[in-house]
């Protein structure tokens, strides 16, 4: 069955930094774009990052653009999200997903993994 399972979540000082990763099974991860949403208590869940098959596009929301960056890793089946200069705001829940509508559509979602930012 397919599977999204995230990874490297915790707590970080305001300024500091923090890498997600989000391993892949049960489908062919190289042929489906792939992305990065979060949920803040009391908010809708937004679109952070995607990525394309090929890696070759990459869209951001503007909160984030110049702080996260989205990789993947097709050979070993993974999608990265390398996050400097965390702010507050940037606490959440974070999920990784496939997407199917480009950029913010979705189609399979992991669990989920917390992202605190705090002093």
């Known amino acids: 069955q397919v599977q999204l399972e995230e990874s490297g979540g915790g707590l970080v000082q305001p300024g500091g930094s923090l890498k997600l990763s989000c391993a892949a099974s049960?489908?062919?991860?190289?042929?489906?774009?792939m992305s990065w949403h979060r949920q803040a208590p009391g908010k809708e869940r937004e679109l952070v990052a995607a990525?394309?098959?090929?890696?070759?596009?990459?869209n951001y929301a503007d909160s984030v653009k110049g702080r996260f960056t989205i990789s993947r890793d097709n050979a070993g089946n993974t999608v990265h999200l390398q996050m400097n200069g965390l702010k507050p705001e940037d606490t959440a829940v974070y999920y990784c997903?496939?997407?199917?509508?480009?950029?913010?559509?979705?189609?399979?979602w992991g669990q989920g993994t917390q992202v605190t930012v705090s002093a």
């Open positions: 990525i394309s098959v090929s890696a070759r596009t990459t």
């Open positions: 049960g489908f062919s991860f190289s042929t489906k774009a």
């Open positions: 997903a496939t997407v199917r509508g480009w950029p913010q559509g979705t189609e399979y």
